[in-house]
T-cell receptor, first 114, second 110 residues
């Protein structure tokens, strides 16, 4: 039972390079989320998707794009990486519309932009 | 907008009890959740309060008062492995966003 799988686990980029962070879940959840985590800032929502085919901005969407490829997969793209995007990125999934708000997280991608 | 406030750090002694508070400025959410995150790891779900009152799960309890916009996580019989960061979170009824507080780092002294 894999849960939420993120790739890659670690990545170093040069300023201006692009990359896509991949996320897949096998729990048949409708909702998926991308967060970034910086020291002292907690988990900040970048983008989320309440269902296949829909995406919405979170608190810090600038510099990112997302694609909800199908129900299982939700990718995050950095078109032109900047040092300010150095962070740990977490993907999460959850069932929509249920009172229990439990979100399941992937193991994170540690991204450094130099 | 939605915001959740937590103390940035709390220190307690092994075997003792500690309470981590969370105050929020938001409405239209399902309830208050708590997550635990160890260094280098991913957040994991601990508890959820849909209604006002106390929910108990082993050594951990969580409380919610919607009228006071306040909740807390209570950890009893502290163990060294409880050293971690703890986050409160709410999920919007309107758009299904899940928003987290900035987290409380719990330090446990032997």
């Amino acid at each position: 039972n894999a849960g939420v799988t993120q790739t890659p686990k670690f990545q170093v980029l040069k300023t201006g390079q692009s990359m896509t962070l991949q996320c897949a879940q096998d729990m048949n959840h409708n909702s998926m989320y991308w967060y970034r985590q910086d020291p002292g800032m907690g988990l900040r929502l970048i983008y989320y998707s309440a269902s296949e085919g829909t995406t919405d901005k979170g608190e810090v969407p600038n510099g990112y794009n997302v694609s909800r490829l199908n129900k299982r997969e939700f990718s995050l793209r950095l078109e032109s990486a900047a040092p300010s995007q150095t962070s740990v990125y977490f993907c999460a999934s959850s069932e929509v519309g249920t009172p229990n708000t439990e979100a399941f997280f992937g193991q994170g991608t540690r991204l450094t932009v130099v | 907008g939605q915001s959740l406030e937590q103390p940035s750090e709390v220190t307690a002694v092994e075997g003792a009890i500690v309470q981590i508070n969370c105050t929020y400025q938001t409405s239209g959410f399902y309830g208050l959740s708590w997550y635990q995150q160890h260094d280098g790891g991913a957040p994991t779900f601990l508890s959820y309060n849909a209604l006002d009152g106390l929910e108990e799960t082993g050594r951990f309890s969580s409380f919610l008062s919607r009228s006071d916009s306040y909740g807390y996580l209570l950890l009893q019989e502290l163990q060294m492995k409880d050293s971690a960061s703890y986050f409160c979170a709410v999920r919007s009824r309107r758009d299904d966003k899940i928003i987290f507080g900035k987290g409380t780092r719990l330090h446990i002294l032997p």
